[in-house]
């Protein structure tokens, strides 16, 4: 169950902040009996792996908007065309990225490890 820093504040209740999903992680691991149903466990990886995350999903489709927004507007005043295409531009990246999602999740390896 992935929790935000408030779900577990009494005031949760009265908030629209507060955040709690369930998240289903495949974690290959090679010792079958080491880990059993329902038990406790640690699931990490590195952090390298979360800065990647973070420009593929933010920093790039902003690098991509930018550029398109900034670019179009020199060669064309229409401020309605200028932003269609520009969203349009991210929408393709964000596309490819879904087509190409199996390749990517390869190169996100998380860890499992028995919590204390």
Known sequence: ?????????????????????????????????????????IVSMKRTMGFKAVWISYVIPLAILMIFLLTLQQINPNDLFVGGISILAVAVYYLIIYLLRDRISNKFVFTIAKKQ
């Open 1 to 41: 169950i992935n929790k935000s820093m408030c779900a577990a504040c009494h005031a949760k209740s009265f908030c629209s902040t507060s955040d709690q999903k369930e998240k289903t992680v495949d974690v290959p691991y090679y010792n079958n009996d080491e880990f059993k149903v329902g038990e406790n466990v």
